[in-house]
Every structure is written in structure tokens, then in C-alpha cells.
């Protein structure tokens, strides 16, 4: 029975760095993801003033509650989504001139919602180049607080910013969220809070945040839960199987752990514990229709899986998908066609018909999510190759070594 470590969590890893600089005193992060994401928050902390001590297993952060270091500082976020959504709220929190900007990739990602919602606040804030999109100047004065409506229909990680501000604020905020997707994540954010010494309300569509910062603390990250699809995903696919994931089970923060259910509907055997998470292939997996709003994160492992499926696979309410890394929902519709496969698309679904994927060069789009998804189709499909496999450094860097012999043991167990 194969036991797969996975690595840290990047939503919890970048959680914790913000945290931790915006924390009372010095923070120990324990297990943290290591990738090119969360070193580009970590060396965007750094830009920032913020001492950042990193060991392979631990990091140290130096928290600073009035905000960075520096009165100037030019911070370049790479393609993270957390990173440029992130580390300009808390850089409003202090006093000084901020210039933040990205990848071509993360330049294309929108962020007006957020910085919308900023500027309401009374944060001085400018967009460079194209209104709602990096490049950007935060030209910061700390931030009042006060009363907020914002939109986080396209990216929860809007919401998670501003509640993050909350304590740093001189009065605290009270968010009105009109649309939410990803809901999940943020309850991580909120359990979060809670463990650095925050408090987070909420009445309905309402978040309430006091002021009065943050505790440093030690904090462990779980492994990452949408990492661990693909590995799930493995086991599902290929009958008698058996795949698991320590540190992931019913005490889990991450939602996207609810993946597993839906795998378990389609047939394969499933089982949570208290601090693990097992899926074994039954030889049977059947289509279904599931809405993945909560867990849109793991709709490309299941879209790269659902040609193996007895029935139509169809997955709805992703809209979301198509402003991540790519427009998630069309590339992998484009890449089963490649295969082979049948598939419609609609502006929040994608329909996948049963068939027998062929091999073919899948088309990246420089999206992490894209590779690791279809290496699993590559399971069950001889001649399946990547044009971009080096994007896996976003989030996995060794994903590649971790599957090929992942998949050497399951070879060996059929």
C-alpha cells in the first residue's frame, strides 16, 4: 500500500506568511511548502524588511505589526496569485511607497474586486497599466477600517485579504460579501486568524473583524489537499489500488480534501481517518454530475479521469476556473479533445464523455494544475508527454520524481 507524502500546503503556507510578518513577535513555521510560489512570497516579504530565516523544514518569520520595514520597496510576486493579492493589503497596513508587480502570466489575472475594495477603504491605489491588474503602487498610510461590500464571485483570495487586514486596521472592518466562491478556503483563512490571536464574526454575508492585531506563534502546515487529488485520483483509476496521505483526515483545513467524496461516488472506496486519507481502486468508476464551486481547485483532476468513467462526467459551477493560472475549463477541454475524447464546455461546466484517450502532447499553458492533472490520464494512457512539465516548480516541484514512482509501485501491485 503505497504512503505518499505531499507537500506543504500552498494556501495555508501563504496564509501563515502573511501572519507571521504581520505577528507580534518571531513565528516558527514548521513543514512549509517549498516552491516557487511561496518563495516568492517569502522574497516578497523580504523587499518588504521582514526578516525571513529559512531551513529546509522551518521558517522563521520577524513580524512587524506597523507594517514593512522599508518606506520604499519594489516587489516582483511571480506567477502567485497569493503573493499579488496578498502582500499589497498587508503593505497598506504600514506607511511608505510599494510598487508590486508579475509575471505576463499573474499580469493577466484580475484583482480589481480587491483593489476596488482597498481603495473604498481609503487606501491610496494605482494601477500602472491596465485598471485592475498588476502592475501596481500601494502609496500606504495604514488603513482606518470601517464598513466594505465587495465581490469575491471570481476568487475567494479577495476575501481572505481583506479579512487578513481586519486586525490591522485602527478600527476594524465589517466585509459585505455579495458573491462567494471557494468558501472553503476561507474557513482556513478564519481558523488561521484564530490561531495567531485574531477574531473573525460573521452574520450571514457579513465579516466582522476587530482591530488588535496578532500573536507569533509555531505553526504546522498540513500537507496540501489539492496536491494529493492527483495521488487519489491514481489510486481510482487503476483497480485494486491503494493510496495514502498522511496528515490529511477529519481534522483537516482544507476543503478541497472533499475531493475524495467525489471519487467515492464514482465508485472508488474511500476512507478518512482521524490524521490520514486512503482511496483504493474498485475497478469500477461510474460518471456522475457534481457541482465543484467549493473545490474548483480539483475539477482538472477530475476532468482528466472522466474518460475512464462508465457514464458522462459532468462538472458545473467552475466559472471561477477560467481566470486561474489559464482558463482552466477550456484547457482541459482542448487537451481531451487531443486524446481523443468528447467534450462540451458552457460558461460554468464541462461535459466529458466515456472513450479511450490516445496519446498526445497536452498543452500546459504554463499551468501546474494541467500537468499534474493529466499525468494521471497518463496512468492508463502510454504516450502522453507535456510541452511546459517544468511549471510543476509553482506548487510540486518533485512531482514528477513523486509519480513516476508512485506509479512504479502501482505497476508493480496490478
Known amino acids: 500500500m503505497p504512503v505518499v507524502t505531499i507537500p506543504g500546503s500552498k494556501s495555508i503556507t501563504a496564509r501563515a506568511l502573511f501572519l507571521a510578518a504581520a505577528a507580534d513577535g518571531v513565528t516558527t513555521l514548521v513543514r512549509p511548502l517549498r516552491s516557487d510560489d511561496t518563495e ?6 523580504v523587499r518588504l524588511g521582514h526578516r525571513v530565516g ?6 522563521q518569520v520577524d513580524g512587524r505589526p506597523q507594517g514593512p520595514a522599508v518606506s520604499e520597496a519594489d516587489v516582483y510576486c511571480r506567477d502567485g496569485a497569493t503573493t499579488a493579492r496578498f502582500l499589497p493589503t498587508l503593505a497598506a497596513a504600514g506607511r511608505g511607497t510599494y510598487r508590486f508587480d508579475a509575471s505576463p502570466q499573474m499580469r493577466r ?13 481609503g487606501v491610496d491605489l494605482r494601477h500602472e497599466e491596465a485598471e485592475g491588474h498588476h502592475p501596481l503602487t500601494v502609496r500606504a498610510a495604514g488603513v482606518e477600517g470601517g464598513e466594505v461590500t465587495l465581490d469575491a464571485g471570481q476568487s475567494s483570495q479577495y476575501l481572505t485579504a481583506l479579512l487578513l487586514l481586519g486586525p490591522l486596521t485602527r478600527k476594524g472592518l465589517r466585509i459585505h460579501v455579495t458573491d462567494l466562491v471557494s468558501a472553503p478556503y476561507v474557513d482556513i483563512t478564519i481558523a488561521m486568524m484564530r490561531a495567531f490571536g485574531a477574531e473573525v464574526g460573521r452574520e450571514g454575508n457579513v465579516f466582522v473583524v476587530p482591530p488588535g492585531g496578532y500573536r507569533a506563534t509555531t505553526y504546522a502546515i498540513e500537507p496540501d489537499a489539492s496536491t494529493a487529488s492527483y495521488f487519489f485520483a491514481a489510486a481510482a483509476v487503476t483497480p485494486g489500488a491503494e493510496v495514502t496521505v498522511p496528515g490529511l483526515g477529519r481534522g483537516a483545513l482544507q476543503g478541497d480534501l472533499g475531493f475524495v467524496e467525489v471519487l467515492r461516488r464514482m465508485g472508488a472506496e474511500v476512507s478518512v481517518g482521524a490524521d490520514a486519507t486512503t482511496v483504493r481502486g474498485t475497478g469500477e468508476l461510474r460518471g456522475l454530475t457534481v457541482a465543484m464551486r467549493d473545490i474548483s481547485d480539483t475539477m482538472p483532476t477530475l476532468a482528466a479521469i472522466a474518460p475512464f468513467a462508465s457514464g458522462p462526467v459532468r462538472i458545473e459551477d467552475v466559472a471561477n476556473t477560467r481566470v486561474k493560472e489559464c482558463d482552466r475549463l477550456e484547457a482541459c477541454a482542448e487537451n481531451l479533445r487531443r486524446l481523443g475524447g468528447g467534450v462540451d464546455t458552457g460558461p460554468d461546466w464541462i461535459e466529458i464523455r466515456p472513450g479511450t484517450p490516445m496519446g498526445a502532447e497536452i498543452r500546459t499553458y504554463g499551468d501546474h494544475r494541467i500537468v499534474m492533472s493529466f499525468a494521471v490520464t497518463g496512468l492508463r494512457t502510454p504516450g502522453i ?3 511546459d512539465p517544468a511549471c510543476v516548480r509553482k506548487t510540486f516541484p518533485g512531482f514528477h520524481e513523486a509519480f513516476a514512482e508512485l506509479r512504479s509501485v502501482l505497476g508493480d501491485d496490478r
Open 385 to 387: 508527454s507535456f510541452d
Open 40 to 45: 516568492g512570497f517569502a522574497e516578497g516579504l
Open 109 to 121: 489575472r484580475p484583482l480589481l474586486p480587491l483593489t476596488r475594495a482597498l481603495r473604498d477603504l
Open 54 to 59: 529559512r531551513t529546509p523544514d522551518v521558517w
